[in-house]
């Protein structure tokens, strides 16, 4: 730890004097604050700090509060957002670290303070804690199970390895590859300890993962992850927990190297392969040539000693086959024979077969009728078809005057019924002519008239009182008229006369002249009474 310097503090102004003459200077609250702060400043530039840190806090202005503490006391501590891109490490409770940086005081609350510009474990036995811990949170989201490995590829092309270009690690990995078989080697130079080689080696797998399979930088098929020995320090950048989802999430087959056997780093659980060294990495990676070429070589023996024994096989079963079969020479002279036979027996049997169907022809001649025969089946048959047509025209005939027979006493029938509607039709002619002449319509003609009294038919003069309405059909129309005095009239009472008229003037004998009512012809003026018959 820096020892602290001495400082002279400003001196206050003389103003500031106290005015009873006490020559103790006078501060204000600021101006003893920014005194303070340089005196801090000033007797301490840069300090380290070993200590537990204890209630960190992350607001969201991107600055990390946390307090340093031990059995005795407590320091404040504050990273500013651009010096946390920088740390190694977050803080975390309960986290042994020396944090470096320079103290100063926070006049705002009266307490001083340092600002951390770097984080490290303090001592083996933190660091393995966090681990422990980190390892576990980590196993928790499945990011080492086995179901996530991949097999690796048993010759790959291209071998991509992610290590320091400089160190002896890369010269081993070559040197082992040149002796087991020769491979295209990618080599990504990154960091393999300090700050820079978490985010290095976690771009390099990224890297390697987004390369095109057939753009113009292959695409490796299998990643060495490689570093040498060291302690727990130096090999903490592969416990990183970005490196270790790098690999976890990586779609190349990755092969883990970082350190020597005893080391274990949490990416060798998430790898999916561990080798102890470099070297032996290497060996993983490729099959050793020589004894790929021995083995391709032994198989060829292999193939070519069973292709043969299979021929000899073969040809020793083809052999038996061989002493079983007739030899060929004497089964084609037995065939010769067989044909010479059949042929033989063929030209008999063509001869046989000519003369059977000879005899069958002459015997099926025998058994046709001669012409004359068939002449005259044909005319007793012809005989026989003219008789039946006869019968069969005689039969039509006989039906034919039936039926014509029947058709003319339907006409005779016809011709009665015709003179029965005449004379009907005649006989109704004369009733109607009767019927007018019985008419009395017909008398109407002849100048009678049909007079009817107050609606009742008068058919004598008494039945007419003088001055009564009267309704006179003629034989063309109907006409009213009122009644005088006269023969006959004197049965009935006179109608009252006017009072204009003198008395004693006697009425007239004649009736007065009738006016028409435009009544129909025949009825009464009232509708009352019978009415006309036709």
């Given at each position: 730890?820096?020892?602290?310097?001495?400082?002279?503090?400003?001196?206050?102004?003389?103003?500031?004097?106290?005015?009873?003459?006490?020559?103790?200077?006078?501060?204000?609250?600021?101006?003893?604050?920014?005194?303070v702060?340089?005196?801090?400043e000033?007797?301490?530039?840069?300090?380290?700090?070993?200590?537990?840190?204890?209630?960190?806090?992350?607001?969201?202005?991107?600055?990390?509060?946390?307090?340093?503490?031990?059995?005795?006391?407590?320091?404040?501590?504050?990273?500013?957002?651009?010096?946390?891109?920088?740390?190694?490490?977050?803080?975390?409770?309960?986290?042994?670290?020396?944090?470096?940086?320079?103290?100063?005081?926070?006049a705002?609350?009266?307490?001083?303070?340092?600002?951390?510009?770097?984080l490290?474990?303090?001592g083996?036995?933190?660091?393995l804690?966090?681990?422990?811990?980190?390892?576990?949170?980590?196993?928790?989201?499945?990011?080492?199970?086995?179901?996530?490995?991949?097999?690796?590829?048993?010759?790959?092309?291209?071998?991509?390895?992610?290590?320091?270009?400089?160190?002896?690690?890369?010269?081993?990995?070559?040197?082992?590859?040149?002796?087991?078989?020769?491979?295209?080697?990618?080599?990504?130079?990154?960091?393999?300890?300090?700050?820079?080689?978490?985010?290095?080696?976690?771009?390099?797998?990224?890297?390697?993962?987004?390369?095109?399979?057939?753009?113009?930088?292959?695409?490796?098929?299998?990643?060495?992850?490689?570093?040498?020995?060291?302690?727990?320090?130096?090999?903490?950048?592969f416990?990183?927990?970005?490196?270790?989802?790098?690999?976890?999430?990586?779609?190349?087959?990755?092969?883990?190297?970082?350190?020597?056997?005893?080391?274990?780093?949490?990416?060798?659980?998430?790898?999916?392969?561990?080798?102890?060294?470099?070297?032996?990495?290497?060996?993983?990676?490729?099959?050793?040539?020589?004894?790929?070429?021995?083995?391709?070589?032994?198989?060829?023996r292999?193939?070519?000693?069973?292709?043969?024994?299979?021929?000899d096989?073969?040809?020793?079963?083809?052999?038996?086959?061989?002493?079983?079969?007739?030899?060929?020479?004497?089964?084609?002279?037995?065939?010769?024979?067989a044909?010479?036979?059949?042929?033989?027996?063929?030209?008999?049997?063509?001869?046989?077969?000519?003369?059977?169907?000879?005899?069958?022809?002459?015997?099926?001649?025998?058994?046709?009728?001669?012409?004359?025969?068939k002449?005259?089946?044909?005319?007793?048959?012809?005989?026989?078809?003219?008789?039946?047509?006869?019968?069969?025209?005689?039969?039509?005939?006989?039906?034919?005057?039936?039926r014509?027979?029947?058709?003319?006493?339907?006409?005779?029938?016809?011709?009665?019924?015709?003179?029965?509607?005449?004379?009907?039709?005649?006989?109704?002619?004369?009733?109607?002519?009767?019927?007018?002449?019985?008419?009395?319509q017909?008398?109407l003609?002849?100048?009678?008239?049909?007079?009817?009294?107050?609606?009742?038919?008068?058919?004598?003069?008494?039945?007419?009182?003088?001055?009564?309405?009267?309704?006179?059909?003629?034989?063309?129309?109907?006409?009213?008229?009122?009644?005088?005095?006269?023969?006959?009239?004197?049965?009935?009472?006179?109608p009252?006369?006017?009072?204009?008229?003198?008395?004693?003037?006697?009425?007239?004998?004649?009736?007065?002249?009738?006016?028409?009512?435009?009544?129909?012809?025949?009825?009464?003026?009232?509708?009352?009474?019978?009415?006309?018959?036709?």
């Open positions: 730890m820096t020892e602290p310097r001495a400082s002279s503090a400003p001196m206050p102004f003389e103003s500031d004097a106290d005015p009873r003459g006490d020559n103790q200077p006078i501060f204000t609250v600021t101006e003893l604050g920014q005194a702060k340089k005196t801090v000033g007797a301490f530039e840069r300090v380290r700090v070993r200590g537990e840190i204890s209630r960190p806090s992350f607001p969201a202005s991107g600055h990390v509060y946390f307090r340093l503490k031990d059995e005795n006391a407590v320091l404040d501590a504050v990273c500013f957002r651009g010096m946390k891109q920088k740390l190694s490490m977050l803080p975390e409770d309960g986290l042994e670290v020396i944090a470096s940086g320079r103290l100063t005081t926070y705002g609350k009266s307490s001083y303070q340092i600002i951390v510009d770097s490290e474990m303090a083996e036995g933190a660091l804690k966090l681990l422990e811990e980190r390892r576990k949170t980590l196993a928790a989201e499945g990011l080492f199970d086995a179901e996530r490995k991949r097999p690796l590829p048993y010759l790959p092309g291209v071998v991509g390895v992610i290590t320091s270009p400089t160190g002896s690690v890369i010269r081993d990995i070559l040197h082992r590859l040149a002796d087991r078989f020769p491979r295209h080697v990618l080599v990504w130079p990154v960091a393999v300890q300090g700050e820079q080689c978490a985010p290095q080696v976690t771009a390099a797998i990224q890297g390697f993962n987004a390369l095109k399979k057939d753009g113009a930088v292959p695409r490796p098929d299998v990643l060495i992850v490689a570093r040498g020995g060291g302690s727990l320090e130096d090999l903490w950048g416990n990183e927990e970005s490196v270790v989802r790098a690999a976890a999430a990586s779609e190349i087959p990755l092969i883990s190297a970082v350190g020597h056997e005893t080391d274990t780093t949490l990416i060798d659980f998430a790898a999916d392969r561990r080798a102890p060294t470099p070297s032996a990495a290497a060996e993983i990676a490729v099959p050793v040539k020589s004894e790929l070429v021995n083995l391709v070589a032994d198989f060829e292999r193939l070519i000693g069973a292709a043969t024994r299979g021929l096989n073969r040809r020793t079963h083809l052999e038996g086959l061989a002493r079983g079969l007739p030899d060929p020479k004497r089964k084609l002279e037995e065939s010769w024979q044909v010479d036979d059949l042929s033989e027996r063929l030209g008999g049997a063509v001869e046989r077969f000519l003369r059977q169907r000879r005899e069958s022809a002459d015997n099926l001649g025998l058994r046709l009728p001669t012409p004359t025969q002449i005259a089946q044909v005319r007793e048959r012809v005989d026989n078809l003219g008789e039946r047509i006869a019968t069969a025209g005689h039969r039509r005939i006989e039906r034919a005057r039936d014509f027979d029947g058709l003319d006493a339907e006409r005779r029938l016809t011709q009665t019924t015709a003179q029965r509607v005449r004379d009907a039709r005649q006989r109704v002619d004369e009733l109607g002519r009767l019927l007018e002449g019985y008419s009395y017909a008398t003609e002849r100048g009678f008239a049909v007079v009817y009294a107050d609606g009742e038919l008068a058919t004598r003069a008494r039945d007419v009182a003088s001055g009564q309405h009267l309704d006179i059909t003629f034989a063309d129309d109907t006409v009213s008229a009122v009644a005088g005095a006269g023969p006959g009239a004197g049965d009935r009472p006179s009252p006369q006017p009072a204009d008229k003198p008395a004693g003037k006697p009425a007239p004998s004649r009736s007065q002249p009738a006016k028409k009512t435009g009544k129909p012809r025949g009825k009464p003026a009232d509708g009352g009474g019978q009415g006309s018959l036709l």
